[in-house]
């Protein structure tokens, strides 16, 4: 068992060294085998982060934007020379390829840089002589202690959209990630230690609903930011905003790309086998529907197909194409909508059960697999499945499309695929789906713009990271100050009037 690492809490700048009574094994996908057992915290060790967190609180809002700023810039640039060391241990607990996991780091690293700007962000707003010899000015202050609740499916870059931000507006922040691949974020707690920033403002507990429902009670908490499934989503929004707390719940998706007759089909079959396939479809950002206006549906049907057969499934440090899914109750998982697919009557034309590997037998495998002839009734149309499979439905229009995205219960993201500008400007009008790429498939926001999706896919009213980021991590206050004129005085029982 020596090869077993054991992964535990970082609170006030070291690791936690008390003995946990519960604990979670963490798998190499690839493998099949457990390398690691995560501690699951109980109610005393939040308890405590939260107490530690508090304290580190109160002095770090009180740093100066520059003395921030540094620390943050020392932060990118040990993040930037050690990225690769990040994305190969999420490559061993999450199974994306290394490529892959090395581009969720530096679409991390981009928030980062963007936090870098926090003196700018903060800038108030002054109003000289509002009043006679009054001028009224606004501020920005951070929360207090902020809770991040991750999924497993971007280890490193979710947590990275709100912690950069929450940080460099003078919050402390407890993280706590997916228990199925959590190493990767306690390297980035020793990354922000090596780079000065106070013991206490970052910290890591590890677990699951046990922590987290006490993250979502305890009154030491200001807010939470949530990424994961939808009816968890839904949960911690409910609970958290019950008990007083600033709360945006990022939930699931169907992410649909709408291919117009008019579209260049081989880019279409380009961004659909990439964005339907990359990371296993384990992405909340994933193409699983695929809504072809016909007369284009065969000839798109026959090109993804063709590209397919070129994808490697396997290890995701031997140069594969697409790795294992996350855990083999994963797998099965989305192995049974593939089963149901087929029941209820879509048409498989690539089989992703029983692949052909490279690597070992014991991994979560599935490969990609392709659906056509989809209906909206199916559970593999109506369902987030989280996994390698691709759906085709045929329509007859636009319209019969568009209708068909806006009834879904889910609008994360969407792309449409066409040569039309005047159709793509229609589509990013009336489509009700937060994120829309225009002949781009995987349409995540750069940091300055902020990430989120409609309806079932977010509870909250505040997207993540860009100015959102900032606004939902600070609250503001307005002064309204006089400085004495010799002409100030008398009592007035009034309400104040602008004079
Ligand atoms: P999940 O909901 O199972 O878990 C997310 C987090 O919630 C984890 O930290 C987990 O420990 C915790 N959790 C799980 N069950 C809980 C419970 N009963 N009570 C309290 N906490 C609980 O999600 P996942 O499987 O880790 O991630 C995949 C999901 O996340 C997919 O639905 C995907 O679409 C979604 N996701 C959404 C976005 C987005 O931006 N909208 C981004 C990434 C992932």
């Not at 922590?211 to 807010?223: F, K, N, T, W």
Request: include cysteine.
């Amino acid at each position: 068992m020596s090869d077993v690492k054991r992964i535990s809490h970082h609170i006030n700048g070291a690791y936690w060294t008390g003995s946990a009574e519960r604990s979670g094994d963490v798998y190499n996908p690839a493998t099949g085998k457990v390398t690691g057992k995560v501690d699951f915290a109980s109610v005393a060790v939040v308890d405590q982060a939260i107490e530690i967190a508090t304290r580190a609180q109160a002095e770090w809002r009180n740093a100066s934007l520059a003395k921030r700023v540094q620390v943050l810039f020392a932060f990118r640039e040990i993040l930037n020379a050690r990225k690769e060391e990040v994305a190969r241990l999420i490559t061993a607990e999450h199974g994306k390829v290394l490529s892959d996991a090395l581009g969720e780091v530096t679409r991390g690293l981009e928030v980062v840089e963007f936090a870098c700007g926090i003196p700018h962000l903060l800038k108030g707003s002054y109003s000289e002589g509002a009043s006679t010899s009054i001028d009224v000015y606004s501020i920005r202050q951070p929360l207090g202690v902020s809770a991040i609740i991750s999924p497993f499916n971007f280890p490193a870059m979710v947590p990275m959209w709100f912690f950069p931000i929450a940080i460099a507006a003078g919050n402390a922040v407890i993280i706590k990630p997916s228990e199925k691949d959590p190493s990767p974020v306690n390297l980035i707690a020793e990354f922000w230690k090596e780079a000065g920033l106070p013991d206490g403002v970052f910290n890591v507990v590890h677990g699951d609903k046990v922590a987290v429902d006490r993250l979502l009670e305890h009154p030491g908490i200001a807010s939470i930011s949530f990424v994961g499934s939808t009816p968890i989503a839904r949960y911690i929004y409910e609970t958290g905003t019950k008990n007083g707390k600033r709360v945006q719940a990022l939930g699931g998706a169907k992410n649909h790309m709408l291919v117009l007759p008019d579209a260049d089909l081989d880019l279409a079959a380009d961004a659909a086998v990439n964005a339907g396939f990359g990371s296993a479809g384990e992405r909340c950002m994933a193409i699983s529907a695929l809504v072809a206006v016909e007369p284009v549906a065969d000839a798109l049907v026959k090109k993804i197909s063709d590209r397919m057969a070129t994808l490697k499934t396997g290890d995701g440090t031997q140069g594969s194409d697409m790795g294992p899914l996350v855990t083999a109750v994963h797998r099965d998982k989305v192995a049974s909508y593939v089963d149901a697919g087929v029941r209820e009557g879509a048409a498989l034309v690539v089989d992703g059960r029983n692949p052909k590997i490279n690597g070992a037998a014991e991994g979560f495998w599935l490969g990609p697999t392709l659906f056509d002839r989809v209906t909206p009734e199916m559970s593999i149309y109506k369902d987030e499945i989280f996994g390698p499979v691709l759906s085709v439905i045929r329509v007859q229009s636009y319209d019969e499309g568009l209708a068909l995205i806006n009834k879904h219960q889910y609008g994360n993201g969407t792309a449409i695929f066409t040569n039309d500008g005047g159709a793509a400007r229609r589509f990013q009008n009336e489509v009700q789906v937060g994120m829309i790429g225009i002949n781009v498939p995987i349409p995540v926001p750069t940091a300055y713009y902020s990430f989120g999706g409609w309806k079932n896919s977010l509870f909250g009213d505040t997207h993540a990271h860009g100015t959102e980021g900032v606004h939902f991590f600070t609250r503001g206050k307005v002064v309204t100050s006089r400085w004495l004129d010799p002409s100030h005085g008398g009592i007035n029982l009034g309400f104040p009037q602008n004079r």
